[in-house]
């Protein structure tokens, strides 16, 4: 095997390898949290802090968001569901299912959603 491709295969082990970690650690780092702080208190103040740090990352870049209103109503829809349903719900499981289980169920629904898309738009 090349050394190119050897180098190729090593930065795909290191990237899963982070996934893995990042991601897992996420699961824990939320179930350590609402031990402390209530569900939505834990949501609010990680996306508020996640937003910002786009933003100042788009301004620091110099790029320019452009979000037309019908673009505003679609993102505001996606944003309340997936964040105020989704992944708020999440952070309450937190409390009553270990962390790893969490992320396991989190992970199998996601899966399933996929299959459940993927059957209902066949022509």
């Not at 295969?9 to 991601?23: K, N, Q, T």
Request: proline content about 5%; aromatic content about 10%.
């Amino acid at each position: 095997m090349p050394p190119s491709e050897e180098q190729h295969r090593l930065r795909i082990a290191i990237s899963f390898g982070l996934v893995y970690l990042f991601w897992g650690s996420t699961y824990l780092a939320m179930r350590v949290a609402v031990e402390h702080i209530p569900p939505y208190a834990v949501g609010s103040v990680r996306y508020m802090v996640s937003g910002l740090l786009m933003l100042l990352w788009c301004a620091a870049s110099r790029r320019k968001i452009r979000v037309t209103k019908q673009d505003l109503a679609r993102l505001l829809a996606l944003g309340v569901l997936f964040l105020s349903v989704a992944n708020i719900g999440v952070l309450w499981a937190e409390e009553y299912v270990p962390s790893g289980l969490t992320a396991l169920l989190t992970s199998i629904l996601s899966s399933q959603w996929s299959w459940a898309g993927s059957c209902c738009t066949r022509p």
